[in-house]
């Protein structure tokens, strides 16, 4: 800026203090000016630099000649970059390392660091660089390597255990270095088969991951891990073992490298397998007894159980192993399980035997007949409990009916109406039964009711009586008499008697009355309050309704635009990576960006999918069968002191659904459940078939039928009401900032919903949650063929090496590409060029036809985004495709709605963001069926 001080008079005004301390730095401090002038060398900057064979002041060229060989692509190296700024050419480098030839013959490794430093105009005035020696470091690992290959050689070659040795990358142990003899036999491959083979790919398919198993080893957490899985064998068989690995640190404690050791268990699985079939075939022996067994420890641990108790209980007995025998019984009887369990303890020749209340599986309770005794009494480690015992709930019940029958002909017989009257010929009271008459006696006998009782109940009694004369048939009356309580209410029953007689059976029915009243009452205020709430519920609904509407609104707003955002960034920075392939950091750095880039389409399809603007591919397929698929890629990227639990129904379920998007639930339900877990712990997943009639449907808001219902549970920290209320409104998050979208709950409410279910919470704090989800069964004549769904923007962009492997072109293939926006235009050209094609870009649709018509050729395809102005893709699609049927024509768009289905006869549309491997496939696939 005008009149700052030049960085050399700038330095010379420094307090001495800030020279003092720049000199203290162990590392090497260098300032220079806009012009790459030296200003100020720290004595540690000119101390490294000097004992690699550098002088500051001296001409750089001789030094940067060294790394001329190290040029890629016609430019620089970052090598070369950091050798010439560190002399004070070239542009700004981070923590890259340069080898310098040193004074003593010996190399001297240095990380270099260049930040520019600007005035307060943000004007350039020179530069600042960080020197750090890392020729220990280096030196180490040659060391290390040097001791392994001279102590070990000898171990290594003739070790009967499989090893090798694998470099270790971040976040994951990397490919194989070298493996010994006993690798190659264990697997039938040959060492140079094995050298530079990606560690994970030795892992068989089936227990591979998805995301690395590795990261405490290599992130310096830990030194030491082992796990069971296959090895893949070269004939595609797998090899099971316990692999254990070892990290090597330097002297930094950074990891230097992994030794990894493979012991063959695939004779113990054998024995285990063999172990299982003897326990179904001892199961088979009580498949028809009408007694359930149970085995327990001594501490209630239960270890076998008989078939039966799916039939008598409903629980499965596979999954009954590993729970307490206590949980089954009713809380009242405990105190009496627990008490002949002592006395069994003291004396193992003791059995106990008689009736005890057990829960079943719809959550009831039976009652069960038998008896309890000790197994291996002699041994105190064998010890335990055998109950054999059948339900005898039926027999009880039919007995307490008989008894219960009898007592209430006991009771009628006794108290046979609260007042028994007998009138004879002429209507006057001959007799009477009971107490509580509201007159006395002597004046009942031979009077007629007008002579006793009061006119308007004597008018009721007498109009009754009056009936049975003349029908001949009982008839009944009510009518009310004062009280010293008040007015009370009577029903009174005449029956016609031989001899002209009528007995009359008198019932107090106040209480009765007042109840009826009350209850008549409350269900008017009932009714009154379910009108109110249903009201508010719909208000409700129409609320979310509203919110979600305008939600969809946005997401399909911003959709196309921000696909197209996404997909420039994921294709420039497949560009950098391939230009960076050599620098580790930059790599990474450019995996960070392709990470958020996946992250922000990851977000995009939430949003549209709570918006129902995503489109889906419902296909019908098997819940059992495509959970076990999903978890068994989840359970160990859940992480360590976790452990997933599938409970499969007893019989194939199948729905109708997006594979994709069921996957989606299902992963965001178990990574919620692990969140609510941090210290670890066993997640349940049940699979069942549920009922839902008119009430408990209407409950939830659903059509009453057959359902497929799949519950997560964790013995989490569980939620508050309020927490649950508000769990499936978007944005709505409970995790820290930065670690959650709050649309995860809300997605998958939208995919079951849309799908005709219904998903519950069901949580208490520490106590942990179940998250439920319904979905609507599918014909039993579906397929049962499992589907391992894949996510859209994992298929899209995870795992893809943009530098290798991509379809190629043939010499004479030109691709016209439409769209209007210039960097997609740019990057796509790029794509195609790379692989061979000839690109052709045009950013106005409405001059296509007239470029078409001007080549001397025609193009082999025309690339095109649907949402354009002027002319939109499926306009151009459908004019190319009647003036030149041989042009092939390929569709773009980042719409939802653009997805569903084919276009113009069957013109494919890819969605946005595209990969480059996924768009030329594409290319392909449409050049080769235009050719045919």
């Known amino acids: ?259 990894c050791v493979f012991l063959d268990t695939t004779q113990q699985h054998a024995d285990l397998e063999q172990r299982l079939r003897s326990d179904e075939r001892l199961a088979t022996l009580f498949e028809h007894s009408e007694e359930v067994i149970v085995a327990y420890e001594d501490q209630g641990e239960i270890t076998w159980v008989s078939p039966t108790i799916e039939r008598v209980l409903g629980f499965p007995a596979d999954e009954q192993v590993g729970h307490s025998i206590l949980e089954y019984f009713h809380p009242d009887e405990l105190e009496r399980a627990s008490a002949e369990a002592e006395k069994m303890r003291r004396d193992p020749t003791y059995s106990a035997s008689g009736k005890i209340r057990v829960r079943n599986a719809q959550g009831s309770y039976v009652v069960m007949e038998g008896s309890v005794f000790v197994v291996g009494r002699d041994d105190p480690l064998e010890k335990g409990f055998i109950l054999i015992a059948r339900d005898v709930t039926d027999r ?53 009711q007008s002579e006793v009782l009061p006119e308007p109940a004597a008018r009721a009694l007498n109009a009754a009586l009056a009936r049975v004369r003349v029908t001949d048939k009982e008839a009944r009356a009510e009518y009310e008499l004062p009280s010293d309580d008040g007015v009370h209410s009577y029903e009174a029953r005449f029956a016609p008697l031989p001899e002209g007689h009528v007995a009359c059976t008198v019932r107090d029915v106040t209480e009765r009355k007042r109840a009826t009243e009350r209850l008549v009452e409350r269900e008017r205020r009932l009714e009154s309050l379910q009108v ?75 949003l549209m999918v709570i918006g129902r603007r995503e489109s889906t591919e419902p296909r019908v397929f098997d819940v059992n069968d495509t959970v076990e698929g999903i978890i068994e890629r989840l359970e160990r990227p859940v992480g360590p002191g976790h452990e997933l639990v599938v409970h499969r129904s007893g019989e194939p379920l199948h729905v109708r659904i997006d594979p994709n998007q069921f996957e989606q639930v299902v992963i965001n339900l178990v990574l919620n459940a692990r969140h609510a877990t941090p210290d670890g712990g066993t997640v349940n997943i049940r699979i069942r078939r549920v009922f839902l009639g008119a009430a408990e449907a209407a409950a939830r808001e659903m059509a009453r039928g057959e359902y497929a219902a799949l519950d997560v549970e964790d013995p989490g920290v569980g939620m508050t009401p309020e927490v649950v209320e508000q769990a499936f409104e978007p944005f709505f998050t409970t995790r820290p900032d930065g670690e959650g979208s709050g649309l995860g709950l809300a997605s998958a409410y939208g995919i079951v919903d849309r799908a005709g279910g219904h998903i519950t919470i069901d949580s208490e704090p520490t106590v942990g949650t179940t998250v439920s989800l319904y979905l609507p069964v599918a014909g039993e004549s579906a397929s049962a063929e499992p589907i391992y769904a894949v996510s859209r923007v994992a298929d899209a962009w995870a795992g893809v090496e943009t530098h290798a492997g991509l379809p190629e072109a043939a010499v004479s293939d030109v691709v016209v590409v439409v769209d209007d926006e210039e960097a997609i235009l740019e990057s796509t050209e790029r794509i195609l060029e790379t692989a061979g094609y000839r690109a052709v870009t045009v950013s106005d649709p409405m001059t296509v036809l007239g470029l078409v018509q001007s080549m001397p050729t025609p193009p082999s395809l025309v690339l095109s985004d649907i949402r354009m102005p002027g002319m939109n893709g499926s306009e151009l699609a459908a004019k190319l495709r009647a003036q030149y049927p041989e042009i092939g024509v390929l569709l773009m768009s980042g719409y939802a709605e653009d997805l569903e289905g084919s276009w113009n006869d069957g013109v494919t549309v890819l969605a946005k963001p595209v990969s480059d491997r996924t768009l030329l496939g594409a290319v392909r696939t449409a050049i080769e069926e235009r050719d045919t």
Not at 561 to 581: C, H, P, S, T
């Open 1 to 259: 800026m005008p009149g700052a001080l030049p960085m050399r008079e700038v330095m010379g005004a420094a307090p001495p203090e800030l020279t003092q301390a720049l000199e203290a730095l162990s590392d090497g401090i260098v300032i220079r000016d806009r012009d790459d002038g030296l200003v100020y060398a720290s004595a540690s900057a000119r101390a490294l630099l000097h004992a690699g064979g550098v002088d500051l002041d001296s001409d750089p060229s001789g030094v940067v000649a060294e790394y001329e060989s190290a040029e890629d692509d016609g430019g620089r190296s970052p090598v070369v970059t950091a050798a010439q700024r560190l002399l004070g050419a070239g542009p700004p480098v981070r923590d890259v390392v340069v080898g310098l030839p040193g004074t003593d013959g010996e190399k001297r490794w240095i990380s270099v660091t260049t930040d520019p430093i600007s005035d307060e105009q943000g004007e350039p005035r020179g530069s600042v660089t960080l020197l750090h020696d890392v020729t220990d470091r280096y030196a180490f690992a040659r060391a290390v390597m040097a001791d392994v290959a001279s102590r070990f050689d000898v171990i290594w070659k003739e070790a009967p255990l499989g090893m090798a040795l694998v470099s270790v990358e971040v976040g994951a142990v990397g490919d194989i270095v070298t493996a010994n003899a006993a690798l190659e036999r264990l697997l039938d491959r040959r060492a140079d088969e094995l050298r530079g083979c990606a560690h994970q790919a030795l892992i068989h398919p089936v227990d591979r991951l998805e995301t690395p198993m590795f990261t405490p080893l290599t992130d310096g957490s830990t030194r030491h891990a082992e796990w069971d899985h296959r090895l893949l064998h070269s004939d595609g068989s797998g090899v099971w073992v316990r692999e254990i690995v070892m990290t090597v640190v330097d002297p930094h404690g950074r990891p230097a490298f992994a030794v």
């Open 396 to 448: 009880l019940r039919a007995q307490e009916a008989a008894e219960q029958s009898r007592a209430e002909l006991e009771a009628q017989v006794t108290a046979f109406g609260d007042l028994y009257f007998l009138f004879d010929r002429a209507d006057r009271y001959l007799g009477f039964v009971g107490e509580g008459t509201f007159v006395p006696p002597e004046r009942f006998l031979g009077r007629t």
């Open 532 to 606: 109110r709430r249903a009201n508010e519920r719909l208000e409700a609904q129409l609320q979310h309704a509203q919110r979600m509407e305008s939600l969809g609104r946005l997401a399909g707003g911003v959709a196309h635009d921000f696909n197209n955002l996404l997909g420039i960034i994921l294709n420039y920075a497949g560009f950098v990576e391939k230009a960076v392939v050599a620098d580790e950091q930059a790599v990474n750095d450019v995996a960070q960006i392709r990470a958020a880039a996946e992250r922000g389409a990851a977000l995009v399809s939430h």
